[in-house]
Antibody, heavy 114, light 106 residues
Framework: EVQLLESGGGLIQAGGSLRLSCAAS????????LSWVRQGPGKGLEWVSG????????FYADSVKGRFTISRDNSRNMLYIEMKNLTVGDTAVYYC???????WGQGTLVTVSS | DIQMTQSPSSVSASVGDRVSITCRAS??????LAWFQQRPGKAPKSLIY???TLQSGVPSKFSGSGSGTDFTLTISGLQPEDFATYYC?????????FGGGTKVDI
């Protein structure tokens, strides 16, 4: 069974940093491009960042470019996103997912306070 | 960036109804189009990928069609558990983009 399990969310002050992790199991991790997607309170889904299966290529939404860094460790089946200089606007549930959305984690809540 | 325009933004329906939701891409995405269902407080659930391929375990009352720029999700025989918000997403080109969502309620 495919599982994606996010962790690392929490309450952080504006300007702070946080690293989210996503532990994957049940599929050939190094064969899939992955994404981070977020959903602010009462809002729709917003794609945040993506990474190729090898980790060589990374992609970012304009709203996080220069502040967020995506990475993966194919030896440990782990996906990460390092978030810096957080703002209130980054408050959201963050999901990891396969690029085609076939599988999603349960999400981890990041709350940025002013 | 490819814009995904989903319509309607909300639809009222009854149990047993058939509902269609459309998604239009600002440029062609071939068939790299997925549909998701999201219930309140839950993670999105994949329904369809490659525009028309049903995800494993998803009932056949869900169907998808289209290619290029125009896509449709149809839900037949609405049941209480189908009342949720539905999203489309293109995964043809980065940045990946989602439609704004369609809330299906009673």
């Amino acid at each position: 069974e495919v599982q994606l399990l996010e962790s690392g969310g929490g309450l952080i002050q504006a300007g702070g940093s946080l690293r989210l992790s996503c532990a994957a199991s049940g599929f050939m991790f190094n064969g899939y491009a992955l994404s981070w997607v977020r959903q602010g309170p009462g809002k729709g889904l917003e794609w945040v960042s993506g990474i190729s299966n090898s980790g060589v290529s990374t992609f970012y939404a304009d709203s996080v470019k220069g502040r967020f860094t995506i990475s993966r460790d194919n030896s440990r089946n782990m996906l990460y996103i390092e978030m810096k200089n957080l703002t209130v606007g980054d408050t959201a549930v963050y999901y990891c997912a396969k690029r085609d959305g076939a599988h999603w984690g349960q999400g981890t809540l990041v709350t940025v306070s002013s | 960036d490819i814009q995904m325009t989903q319509s309607p933004s909300s639809v009222s329906a009854s149990v047993g109804d058939r509902v269609s939701i459309t998604c239009r891409a600002s440029q062609g995405v071939s068939n790299y189009l997925a549909w998701f269902q999201q219930r309140p407080g839950k993670a999105p659930k994949s329904l369809i990928y490659a525009a028309s391929t049903l995800q494993s375990g998803v009932p056949s009352k869900f169907s998808g069609s289209g290619s290029g720029t125009d896509f449709t999700l149809t839900i037949s025989g609405l049941q209480p558990e189908d009342f949720a918000t539905y999203y489309c997403q293109q995964y043809h080109t980065y940045p990946l983009t989602f439609g704004g969502g369609t809330k299906v309620d009673i």
